[in-house]
Nanobody, 123 residues
Framework: QVQLVESGGGLVQAGGSLRLSCAAS????????MGWFRQTPGKEREFVAAISWSGGNTRYADSVKGRFTISRDNAKSTVYLQMNSLNPEDTAVYYCAINEVGPGYYATQYRYWGQGTQVTVSS
């Protein structure tokens, strides 16, 4: 059974930073690409960032390029999302997920998901 547990969300003022973590268990973490998505009420889950199994290939949504950084530590089975220069539009529940093929952009490409962590950015 795969388990993904996100942490690090919270309330932050605009311009601030947060670092999200996603700890994986039950799979060979280092073999798979990982992604971060976010979702607000009434909207579809939105791609944020993805990283290949080695960490050598990363992808970002245009809305977060230059502000967010995805990274991973395979020894700790953990993927991170460093979020800087946050603005209220970044407010959402953030989810991490496993992609068994590669660092794709689409939620349908991801098989396993965490429960999400709330990020709220106040203006």
């Amino acid at each position: 059974q795969v388990q993904l547990v996100e942490s690090g969300g919270g309330l932050v003022q605009a311009g601030g930073s947060l670092r999200l973590s996603c700890a994986a268990s039950g799979r060979t973490f280092s073999s798979y690409a990982m992604g971060w998505f976010r979702q607000t009420p009434g909207k579809e889950r939105e791609f944020v960032a993805a990283i290949s199994w080695s960490g050598g290939n990363t992808r970002y949504a245009d809305s977060v390029k230059g502000r967010f950084t995805i990274s991973r530590d395979n020894a700790k089975s953990t993927v991170y999302l460093q979020m800087n220069s946050l603005n209220p539009e970044d407010t959402a529940v953030y989810y991490c997920a496993i992609n068994e093929v590669g660092p794709g952009y689409y939620a349908t490409q991801y098989r396993y998901w965490g429960q999400g962590t709330q990020v709220t950015v106040s203006s």
